[in-house]
Each structure stands twice: as C-alpha cells, then as structure tokens.
C-alpha cells in the first residue's frame, strides 16, 4: 500500500495538483486498491478523528495574531527599532531585515506571515537606499526561516501535536535554534559586506533609538509577553494565542490602526488559512492510518537498520532526506506525513523527539527559500516586484549558513534540549 499512496501522491504533485488534494487523492487510491476498498467510512472517521484535538486549537489563534499585527502598523514599529540600532552597519538594511525577523518572529509563528508583512516593508526600504532587488528579496526570504522556529510557532505546535510532545516544550527548544540561525545569518552578511560594496547610513543617535523604541515598546514586549506567560504557567499554549489575538487587537486601537475593514480582512485571511490547515492535516490523517495499517513505519526502520546502525550515519541521510523533501512539498502537509512515519525509527536510534521536531522544522524551513518550490520565493517576487529566477539564484548563497547551522544543531544536541530540560525537567517520553 506505501508504494500506491507515496507514488500517486508524488505524482500528483508534479502535475501540480494542490497539496490538500493530492493528499486525500492519494489516500482515496490506496483505500480502493487496498482490501478495505469496502469501507470507505474509514476515511471520514479518521479525518474527524484527526482534527478534534484541544492542541490544535492553538493553530487558528496564532494566524490571526500574525494577520493582525500586519494590519495594525506594528511591522512598520518593528522595522524602525530595528534599523535605528544595528542600521549604520555594514549592509545595515540587511543586518535589520535579519533582526526584524528576529523580533517579529516572537509574534506571528509563521513565515508566510514574515515574507508578506515585513517583506514589502525591507525590500522596498532596501531598495530605496540602494541594494539590488534580488538581494533585498533574497535576505527576506532567508531571515523568514526565523519565524516558525523562535516561539510562538503554528508548526512546532503541528509537530507537537504528531509527536505527542507538550508544546511549552517545543516552543523552549525552538528559542536558541531560532537565535542562532539568527546570529549565522547576520554573521554571513558581515563577512560578505567585506567583499561587496553595500550601501551604508549614519550611526542613529542615542535620541533616534530610545525615540524608536518608545514608539514601538507596546510592539516590542508582545514577544516577552507571549513567550513570559506560557514558560511561567499563566496560560498554556491555546490561550498564549488568544492572548496573543486579544493583545495585538488592542495594540491596533491604541495606534488608531485598526479599522473594521483590516479586521475583517484579517479574520478571513486567518479563516482561508486555518480551512486550508485543517483540510490538510484530516486528509493526512487518513493517509497515515493506511501507512500504520501496513507497517510502513517498521518497515523502514527495518531498512535503515540494514544499511547502518550508526546513530551518526542516520542523522546525515536523514538531513539529506528531509531538504530534499522540502524542497518539492510545502511544511505541513511534508511534516504531517514524514513524522508519524519516522517517529519509529527515531525512537529505535535513540533521538529525543523534540530534538527530532527542531531539525524536521529547520530542514523543512529551507525548502521555503529553496527552488523550485520554495513557497517564501514566490511571496517575495510578488511583494517585492523581483523576477522569481533573480530570487531563486540570489538566494542561494544564503543556503550556506541557514544549512550549517541544522548541521549544528543535528549533532550538538544539547542546544535544542538543554532550555526545555533546565525549565520543565529531562523529557520523559
């Protein structure tokens, strides 16, 4: 049965059916190929099944933080700070479009919502001051990979839901990854200002910064609000969200921002996406209940042992697997189906799981800035005006860190477990 739902499913997707389709096509075929071509009410049962879960309550919450920040002029507050502390440096618009992200990941959890909010914000401020479009929308969409991972995060939730994981925990083990793609990113500008002539600014004085700041404070402690609540007990992650919601709302009437038409606008933005979430993850659902019924979990972890038993050895071929898979499907639908049929095998080599749910995150995440399927190159040719091919090829270079650091944290995982360990005690699973 693996054979018939992996193969139709790959198929469908290079004739560029959309992803949700695919999905419950292929699970369709393989139900009526299979021997329980005969109840096929297993389908709707599994799908239902799936998605009534309180964890993925979260998920609709966190979208409409993200949509509301965007429509309350919170991005443009984010941008100035940014720029007025780190903006004199050399390739400075570059260095505050990686810190950007950075902050703005404390919010929104996505980065979708990273490459069409601030993206239009950098690259048109990029632009202005003198950098090749192609390089500004290649900056954006490489620092985009931030968000999902600094919390809070709709994928990491996703993966703790899969992986039976707490989500407090998966947001803690996210944070330092997230910082360190951060510093490796801003690190490899640095050294690439020194063989190319970026545009440069003045230092801003100490008034512009604590001025920038003290205009956007209330936009700045939302990150330390959100993240400060869920580390400490005061809410769990679901209502972290609807706090998350509630704040951002609140921020947009307080700059006077806000309007019934954004807000409207925001909730069906928020709506489509969630729809098309859920969609996604029952059809997935369906497919992994055939992948269960047929041992294809076992079966792999049976093959993997064959070829290798080194811990080590697994780690590589897995990196390899997960950026080529991200390269050719979409995070969600790629993670709904990759860990309820690696988790097997993870547990017989030994690796934690939440260490596993930051490296499938990360490798994932590349496939968003990574040809020829890489969702942020799109968004960003599209906010930002740019031939998708000059993206495509601009981009490229910024491969280089964002992959040495998953390389990092694959084999140091003491960077992904010690934060989780040190504040909710050793993982027990």
């Not at 990979?145 to 809070?152: D, K, N, Q, T």
């Not at 972290?240 to 921002?257: D, I, K, T």
């Not at 740019?386 to 491969?399: N, W």
């Amino acid at each position: 049965m693996a054979y018939i739902l992996f193969g139709s499913f790959i198929l469908l997707i290079l004739l560029r059916v959309p992803v949700a389709i695919s999905i419950g096509t292929a699970a369709l075929i393989t139900f009526l190929t299979s021997d329980f071509s005969t109840a096929l009410q297993v389908i709707p049962q599994q799908m239902l099944e799936g998605v009534n879960k309180a964890s993925l309550t979260a998920v609709p919450f966190f979208i409409l933080a993200g949509n509301l920040m965007n429509a309350c002029g919170v991005t443009e507050r984010i941008f100035a700070f940014a720029n007025a502390l780190v903006g004199h440096l050399r390739a400075g618009l570059a260095q505050v479009n990686i810190l950007s992200s950075m902050i703005f990941a404390g919010i929104s959890g996505a980065a979708v919502a990273d490459c069409a909010g601030l993206g239009a914000i950098e690259i048109k401020a990029m632009r202005e001051r003198g950098y090749r479009a192609d390089f500004a929308a290649a900056i954006t969409v490489a620092s985009s990979v931030i968000g999902p991972l600094i919390p809070p995060s709709i994928g990491l939730v996703l993966y703790a839901f899969l992986a039976q994981q707490s989500i407090e925990r998966m947001f803690l083990a996210g944070l330092v990854p997230g910082i360190v793609v951060g510093a490796a990113l801003m690190i490899y500008v640095r050294i690439r200002a020194q063989f190319t002539d970026f545009p440069t600014q003045p230092r801003a004085t100490m008034r512009e910064v604590t001025g920038s700041a003290r205009h956007g404070f209330l936009a700045l402690i939302a990150p330390a609000i959100i993240l400060g609540s869920i580390m400490f007990g005061f809410v769990t992650a679901t209502e972290a969200g609807v706090l998350a919601c509630l704040y951002c709302a609140g921020l947009g009437l307080w700059y006077g921002e806000l309007t019934w038409k954004k807000f409207a606008a925001a909730l069906s933005d928020s709506a489509t996406m969630t729809a098309v979430i859920m969609i996604i993850i029952a059809f997935s659902i369906a497919m992994g209940w055939l992948l269960t019924i047929d041992r294809a979990p076992q079966k792999i972890a049976e093959h993997l042992f064959a070829m290798t038993e080194s811990k080590s050895v697994f780690l590589a071929l897995l990196l390899v697997f997960i950026i080529l898979v991200g390269c050719v499907v979409e995070g969600v639908p790629a993670k709904l189906i990759l860990v309820p049929t690696l988790l097997p095998v993870i547990d017989a080599y030994g690796i934690d799981r939440v260490h596993f749910g930051i490296i499938i995150q990360l490798g994932l995440l590349i496939g968003i800035a990574t040809p020829p399927m890489g969702i942020g190159l799109y968004i960003v040719s599209e906010v930002g005006r740019v031939r998708f091919e000059a993206v495509a090829l601009a981009v490229l270079p910024f491969l280089i860190p964002l992959i040495s650091v998953l390389v990092l944290l694959t084999y140091v995982p003491e960077l992904v477990t010690f934060l989780p360990d040190l504040m909710l005690g050793p993982n027990s699973y």
